[in-house]
């Protein structure tokens, strides 16, 4: 019990003191210096000096995008300007735009090797946007293009751990996959991923000659049963006919009048009378 407090407050004391680093890095981070602030005034007087000149030093961004100042290359405020009209100092500051729309991207047809040795090509689209543009602009020195390349391993990671049959029926069930696993590496990058798609599973040639075989022999085969059972059902009905007529002898009769009715509906020239032997048995005694 004494070693699990002591290790309890060793990870709180640990926590502690890494907040507090954080805090002061925060702080360090967003203090400029004498120097620094002695900078900003001497931009100050110089654009009141050029007044009409320095009104080009108006920005402005759009309602979808978000700039990110660096004054003497810290980030200012910590968080981004717009949408609207904001100012930039000359000599001191710069800024780079963000764009919050969503954006798509096609994933190239990668080769992968599942998890039962089948070699297939999958291809795919991902949806993402950034969402904190302070995040994709100092944490990453290019968010899209380290996106893109993360969807291509992350694609062939996630479907090596697949069969084949998992990888044709269950793609709903690996697009969710996916898009957990990009939305958490890119969630440090300032970036969601809202969806991942599946578009094609391209199969070599001999496989895909297999498995149209296969399925061509279970449809036989299935043809096969329906056909016995059918022939199966048809005997058993011939054969309680058979018994309901040999209990009634006109009941041939009148099956027999039937037959020639059928015959002659149908506009035949020549009728063939079928005559029992019993009776051609008297004229040949004679």
């Not at 543009?133 to 380290?146: D, E, G, L, Q």
């Not at 969601?192 to 895909?208: H, M, N, S, T």
């Not at 209990?247 to 009728?271: D, H, K, V």
Request: charged fraction near 20%.
């Amino acid at each position: 019990m004494t070693s699990t407090t002591s290790s309890t407050a060793e990870m709180v004391t640990q926590g502690t003191l890494q907040i507090a680093v954080e805090n002061v890095e925060d702080k360090n981070s967003g203090g400029l210096g004498c120097f620094g602030w002695l900078l900003v005034l001497i931009s100050l007087l110089f654009v009141t000096a050029t007044f009409p000149i320095t009104l080009f030093m108006f920005k402005i961004v759009k309602e979808y995008e978000r700039a990110v100042i660096f004054r003497l290359g810290r980030i200012t405020d910590r968080k981004p300007k717009g949408p609207g009209l904001f100012f930039v100092l000359p000599c001191t500051d710069t800024f780079v735009k963000v764009d919050l729309r969503t954006v798509s991207f096609d994933i190239p047809p990668q080769e992968i090797l599942t998890r039962d040795s089948v070699t297939v090509s999958v291809d795919g689209v991902v949806y993402f946007r950034i969402h904190c543009p302070i995040s994709s602009v100092a944490n990453v020195s290019n968010a899209h293009s380290s996106t893109r390349l993360l969807a291509q391993t992350t694609l062939r990671n996630v479907l090596g751990t697949k069969n084949l049959a998992e990888l044709l029926s269950d793609r709903e069930g690996i697009s969710l996959s996916m898009q957990g696993s990009l939305d958490d590496a890119t969630d440090v990058w300032g970036i969601k991923v809202e969806r991942v798609e599946i578009k094609d599973v391209k199969l070599p040639q001999q496989l895909q000659r297999a498995m149209a075989a296969e399925a061509e022999a279970s449809r036989e085969a299935r043809a096969k049963i329906i056909s016995a059972e059918g022939e199966m059902n048809a005997s058993r009905a011939l054969k309680e006919a058979s018994l309901i007529i040999a209990e009634s002898p006109s009941g041939l009769q009148l099956r027999y009048l039937q037959t020639l009715n059928t015959i002659a509906a149908e506009r035949n020239s020549t009728i063939i009378f079928p005559v029992p032997i019993d009776m051609l048995q008297n004229f040949m005694k004679k």
